[in-house]
């Protein structure tokens, strides 16, 4: 399952990295062939409902049927706005198997380390990608941390995975750059429109609080800006415990303390 898509440049026009369009309706896109590692790309332009469809898709075993993206996590037919406020439907179904993980949900999966409750914070780290209070370093590969805050061009051509030695305490990787990540949560202010919550550094955006525990912005669900990216959430057993998890765009199986890193 490829996990690079058409995506959206910096500046706006349409534009392709992992994947090339091929013409053909019925597949419009393939693993674009001048790069060796174009099905490790991040996606990139993924709007917060294109994500829950892929939730949908997923919970219904990736069928082939267009209803198969309808419903499932998500209820997709209360899409919609009333002016500028928007319909969606809040929080996933009850017994969605895949899902958009609540802001909550990913800053425990990022910044939370069960095994160092003594820690002088209850286990919490400031900086979780990296399970300490340091800042990560941005830059490529073998200089840096994260894929964020740099511009020499390759930027975008770096896969995820690329920084292993930045696993969160639950082994989650890329937390930190390539995408922002949306959240399920939903963010109110009073005299403001309802948002969607994200968080995370991005290819182009980095610093002293891009990473920071708390850090968050908000967005309409529509937003598809090339900076918005997707990480799943999911429930498996575990010693006959359900344990939700969050899952990222790698194309290997990774296992650390329950935790599981798929590729989609």
């Known amino acids: 399952f490829y996990n ?8 706006g026009e349409p534009f392709t990295w992992g994947a090339v369009q091929t013409g053909n309706p019925a597949l419009p896109f393939r693993l674009n062939p001048s790069l060796p590692q174009a099905a490790d790309l991040p996606v990139g332009g993924i709007t917060w409902r294109t994500a829950a469809r892929f939730c949908n898709w997923l919970h219904n075993n990736k069928s082939s049927d267009l209803s198969a993206i309808a419903n499932g996590a998500y209820d997709t037919s ?40 003594n820690n002088g914070q ?25 894929n964020a805050n740099f511009e020499n061009g390759n930027e975008f051509n770096i896969p995820l995975g690329a920084y292993p030695h930045m696993a969160s305490p639950w082994g989650l990787l890329d937390a930190a750059g390539a995408t922002t ?16 919550r994200f ?6 955006f980095g610093g002293i609080t891009a990473d920071r525990i708390f850090s968050v912005g908000d967005s309409f669900p529509t937003d598809n800006r090339y900076i918005f990216g997707l990480r799943v959430a999911a429930s498996v057993p575990n010693n006959s415990v359900i344990i939700s998890l969050v899952v990222c765009g790698l194309l290997t199986l990774r296992r650390r303390r329950a935790i ?3 590729s989609y």
Do not use: C, H
């Open 260 to 262: 599981t890193q798929r």
């Open 78 to 117: 209360t899409f919609g706005y009333n002016g500028n406020i928007f319909t969606d439907q809040f929080a996933r179904n009850p017994d969605a198997r895949y899902w958009i993980p609540s802001f909550d949900e990913r800053m425990k999966a990022v910044y939370y380390d069960p095994n160092q409750p």
């Open 4 to 11: 690079a898509f058409y995506g959206r440049a910096p500046s």
């Open 199 to 204: 968080a995370g550094s991005d290819w182009t």
């Open 181 to 196: 990540e949306w959240t399920e949560t939903v963010r109110y202010l009073e005299g403001l429109p309802a948002a969607r």
């Open 122 to 146: 209850n286990g919490w780290f400031t900086y979780g990608v990296n399970g300490t209070n340091t800042p990560p370093r941005y830059g490529p590969p073998g200089i840096g941390d994260a």
